[in-house]
């Protein structure tokens, strides 16, 4: 595989956060409890979700996805949408969320895989 077909080398692309849909606030902080418990790990409340350290995202409600979602960093999410569009792959245009300068922070591809919305993003 040459660098411009392995996405690690091409886009910089790396694992940012699993999403799991906690199903209400109460069940979501009782998996944020558990994960942090196993893996020794501090959390981190926001309003839609907590996190375990920043590899666990657990959605107080259903979030994206039938299961949740997975997260993945790209060093330059124009450039990585153009990657995966070349390859066929979609992405929900509506799930577009942007920094204030109006580039792009992240974006859902369309289709789930297994009951997981997939989305790409760059660094805060």
Not at 4 to 9: F, V
Not at 32 to 50: C, D, F, H
Not at 100 to 120: C, M, N, Q, R, V
Request: aromatic content about 10%; cysteine-free; overall charge negative.
């Amino acid at each position: 595989m040459n660098t411009e077909e392995d996405p690690k080398k091409a886009l910089g692309l790396r694992l940012a956060h699993v999403g799991i849909n906690g199903g209400t606030p109460e069940n979501a902080e009782k998996i944020t409890r558990q994960l942090a418990t196993l893996l020794g790990l501090g959390t981190t409340e926001l309003a839609p979700s907590y996190f375990v350290d920043t590899y666990i995202e657990i959605m107080k409600g259903a979030g994206r996805g039938e299961k949740g979602h997975i997260g993945f960093h790209v060093d330059d999410i124009d450039a990585a949408q153009k990657w995966f569009e070349d390859r066929g792959f979609e992405f929900n245009e509506d799930s577009r969320a942007k920094f204030p300068d109006g580039s792009t922070h992240l974006i859902y591809f369309k289709d789930e895989i297994a009951g997981f919305s997939i989305h790409i993003t760059v660094d805060d």
